[in-house]
């Protein structure tokens, strides 16, 4: 692990998800409460208020690390969206990955195949429409097919097979070409893990405003004409916009290791 890449990392992360904390205290209305109690402190000593300083300003830098930390091991979150379109790209480069698997086949193999029968022949819509099949539990066949759906969903089974196939690509290219070529990926993997903590924190972040917005009538907060339409609104275009971030850099990571794998083994069949 880099140690400065990844305390730059999140560095950036943890800083972006105190952004939209504060952004998301002047929606509730207490970014002013918290600054007008502020202001009625009384001044301490010099002395107190140097050394506060500095322990506030030691806190303030660990408080943004700590955030990018949970950041990133709450990111699990959209794991199963992730493996979707992992098998996406398994399937796409099928015809050449096949004689990869079988050159490797003990340690590889039954992932594989535990991957492709697991994901085989399905896809979002069919899941979706599965997945629908809620309403018909009864149905002994489309309670089969729910059940299956929903394992997908959560990534049942598919975890290890998942992890030990992208750890067997990238420790292929990482031996077979040297550390050298691996700078293109490695930009893209940064980018992905960037992007991934920024939708966790937006993801959050509509979490609150739903949350705020579902107290608020107990607590006879009114809501101006249209309040209801316009948080439903942004809960689902900021959702969105998270989930498309995500998948949109984990595949372009893909993109770069399945195109490493594919030139790393085809230099290595024709001795180069």
């Not at 002395?47 to 806190?59: D, E, F, M, P, R």
């Not at 096949?98 to 492709?116: M, V």
């Not at 697991?118 to 729910?146: I, K, P």
């Amino acid at each position: 692990m880099q140690i400065g890449s990844r305390f730059t990392e999140y560095g950036l992360t943890g800083g972006f998800f105190w952004i939209c904390q504060f952004l998301f205290l002047v929606y509730s209305g207490q970014a002013k409460t918290l600054l007008s109690y502020l202001w009625t402190l009384e001044e301490p000593p010099g002395w107190i208020w140097q050394i506060g300083s500095t322990a506030i300003s030691a806190l303030a830098i660990i408080a943004v690390f700590v955030a990018g930390l949970l950041l990133d091991l709450l990111a699990v979150y959209f794991k199963s969206m992730e493996m979707r379109v992992f098998y996406r790209h398994l399937a796409r480069n099928r015809d050449w990955l096949g004689r990869l698997i079988a050159e490797h086949k003990g340690y590889c193999e039954a992932d594989y195949e535990e991957f492709e029968r697991l994901f085989g022949g399905t896809s979002l819509a069919t899941d979706t429409r599965a997945g629908l099949g809620v309403f018909l539990f009864w149905n002994r066949e489309r309670r089969q097919q729910y059940v299956a759906a929903v394992k997908r969903g959560w990534g049942w089974k598919l975890l290890r097979p998942y992890e030990r196939l992208w750890s067997f690509f990238a420790s292929y290219v990482l031996v077979q070409s040297g550390s050298s070529q691996l700078s293109l990926m490695l930009d893209q993997y940064y980018l992905w893990r960037a992007g991934r903590a920024v939708s966790v924190s937006l993801v959050i972040l509509t979490f609150e405003v739903w949350f705020l917005s579902f107290v608020s009538p107990l607590f006879h907060m009114r809501l101006v004409p249209g309040q209801s339409f316009l948080v439903s609104f942004f809960q689902l275009a900021v959702t969105a916009l998270a989930i498309i971030i995500t998948l949109e850099t984990y595949s372009r990571l893909c993109f770069t290791l399945f195109a490493l794998v594919y030139v790393t083994q085809d230099k290595a069949q024709r001795g180069i």
